[in-house]
């Protein structure tokens, strides 16, 4: 045997436990420079747009668990962020906990409805799976816009219809504009740690081998229904933990705001994001708020971005099906072994 | 020892095995058949993916088809698939790791792991990721996933298809050493009689369905009945 196999088989015995934990040390050390960055240049009409960004790829988040890891197309994640933000509300105006509180509650919840959102997928994949998802998402858009979100009102709806609207107050520790975006920052970062740790672990192993095949990962010992379905919880869990930072962000939330075509929308940006790295979310988050920010900036219709985004899907689709994200980690990847050459 | 007692499977029908009994005990046995001939679907009924409507099998003394799929996995048996099953964003040892999640004892899976990489010798190419290996490395990943977490039984489906016949003969001197080492008997399903030949001291042929022949392979595989239905010699 050489030298450097002895080297290759010698260096496995200590480096996994310490490689995911440097994989997963990217995640802070990103979310934390980019909130400073954020938080020390933007005014306020950027910072209200990068405090949604933000809070959006948490949602993003979940869809990449569905789709990268178990290649399962939901159009349904916005729904479930509308599901997160609603309980917020309701739970915030009702029994004034603080916003922690209400906002692990609307997380909690969504994760429910995310898990039975999930049942068709226990049956279906591929083209059924997104039109029945879709259909979902199309049932909560007539819902929320008969409901509309809580205002501070009476009754299970908690509307108070025009007069006496209340917003939901900050977290304590963050009122402020340039606080509030940083605890999204923050909130986001945990939510993106779990998802990565997921992903580099147990439950990532066993999905990315249901994404291969049910018999395949039977015959490798999982528990197909125990892990699809722990998928579809953190994900809506995810969404709804999106929601309720969306909700904190101006205190109120607009039913128009949760179409289905938000849905649709979000999971193709998703894709041009990149679903296979976790940097993809943030990704998506930008190009879903900050695109059409910076076009009403420079006095252009928002209603610009669908047609770039189709642009930029067709892109993805059809020559870098791992998006943005998956790019960007290639050319790391490319300037890392050029480095390692000329050293 | 694999004992099956007239199992019979059927999809509306048609009867892809029709009253099949069969007791394999060599440590590597083949399984040939034409096409059609319910190779892969008596596979399936090991592994637990086909209900047959009758009949019983015994793996080493236990009744197999009361298990589900998974309880059979955690039982020891163990299989490989006819087209590989890697998979590309998961490392070499990812790859086996997602099977020892599920069949080896926390404490114990690291060893369980370097152990199946060095047994099939991808112990340099641990941290490589599934999509840069070639068919030969997959393979190799596919037999180190089986003898992870003590197996009674593996069944390899079509093992060597698309190998040269070097690495074939590499892949055939490995699976031999496997009950010896890791005390599991391993059935091969393949239409490469060679293969099958070098490989296995006791062999069944299957023919729509039907028990054709079993035995010492070279006897079966020079039975007129063999030769007739599989190999085509009048």
């Not at chain 1, 020390?40 to 789709?67: E, P």
């Not at chain 1, 906990?97 to 919840?109: D, H, K």
């Not at chain 1, 930029?312 to 490319?334: D, E, K, V």
């Not at chain 2, 070098?198 to 035995?215: P, R, S």
Request: proline share 4%; hydrophobic share 50%; aromatic share 8%.
């Amino acid at each position: 045997m050489s030298a450097s196999e002895q080297t290759a088989q010698a260096l496995p015995a200590r480096a996994p436990a310490s490689k995911t934990l440097k994989q997963l040390l990217h995640v802070p050390l990103t979310m934390a420079v980019f909130a400073l960055v954020v938080a020390s240049l933007a005014n306020s009409f950027w910072l209200s747009a990068a405090t949604s960004t933000v809070a959006l790829s948490l949602s993003v988040a979940g869809l990449a668990i569905l789709y990268g890891q178990l290649g399962l197309v939901s159009l349904c994640q916005f729904a479930l962020v509308g599901v997160g933000g609603w309980v917020t509300l309701r739970i915030g105006h009702a029994f004034h906990p603080p916003f922690e509180v209400s906002m692990l509650a609307g997380g909690i919840v969504a994760s429910f409805v995310g898990l039975v959102f999930g049942i068709p997928a226990l049956r279906l994949r591929g083209l059924y799976l997104a039109l029945v998802t879709l259909m979902l998402a199309g049932a909560f858009q007539i819902v929320i816009s008969a409901w509309g979100f809580p205002d501070g009102g009476p009754g299970f709806l908690g509307r108070a219809d025009g007069s006496g609207r209340a917003m939901l107050p900050r977290p304590d520790l963050a009122d402020g504009a340039v606080a509030y975006f940083l605890y999204v920052c923050a909130v986001t970062g945990i939510g993106l740690l779990v998802a990565q740790w997921h992903k580099l672990s147990r439950p990532g192993r066993a999905w990315t081998l249901i994404r291969k095949g049910e018999t395949v990962a039977v015959a490798s010992g999982v528990d197909v229904l125990t892990y699809k379905a722990w998928a579809f919880a953190l994900s809506g869990f995810l969404a709804g933990i999106a929601g309720a930072l969306l909700a904190g962000n101006v205190g109120q939330l607009d039913g128009r705001a949760f179409g289905a075509f938000e849905s649709l929308n979000l999971f193709a940006l998703a894709i041009v994001g990149g679903v296979f790295n976790w940097y993809g979310a943030l990704i998506a988050g930008l190009l879903l708020r900050a695109i059409p920010a910076l076009l009403t900036d420079l006095g252009m219709d928002g209603y610009m971005t669908i047609g770039i985004f189709g642009v930029a899907l067709f892109h993805a689709l059809a020559t870098a099906p791992s998006g943005i994200a998956g790019q960007i980690a290639a050319l790391a990847s490319r300037l890392r072994r050029a480095a390692g050459r000329e050293q | 020892m694999i004992v099956i007692e007239d199992v019979m499977v059927q999809f509306g029908g048609v009867r892809p095995i029709n009253g099949l009994t069969a007791t394999l005990t060599a440590p590597v046995a083949g399984l040939i058949g034409p096409n059609g001939a319910g190779k892969t679907t008596l596979l399936n009924v090991l592994s637990g993916f086909v209900t047959p409507v009758r009949g019983n099998v015994m793996l080493g003394g236990q009744p197999l088809l009361a298990m589900t799929p998974l309880q059979r996995v955690r039982h020891g048996l163990r299989r490989s698939f006819q087209t590989e099953q890697v998979v590309e964003d998961l490392t070499v040892r990812g790859n086996l790791k997602a099977i020892a999640d599920h069949v080896v004892a926390a404490p114990d899976r690291h060893e369980a792991i370097d152990e199946a990489l060095t047994f099939v010798g991808l112990g340099a190419l641990g941290d490589r990721l599934g999509q840069s290996l070639n068919l030969f490395e997959r393979r190799l990943v596919e037999l180190g996933k089986c003898i992870i977490g003590k197996p009674k039984l593996i069944l390899l489906d079509e093992p060597a298809a698309g190998l040269t016949e070097e690495e074939g003969n590499t892949l055939r001197e490995l699976i031999l050493r496997v009950p010896a080492e890791f005390g599991a008997q391993v059935l091969v399903i393949d239409h490469d009689v060679e293969l099958i030949r070098a490989m296995c001291k006791e062999t069944i042929v299957l023919d729509y369905g039907k028990l054709l022949a079993i035995g010492p392979t070279g006897t079966v595989l020079a039975h007129p009945d063999v030769r007739r239905a599989y190999l085509g010699e009048l």
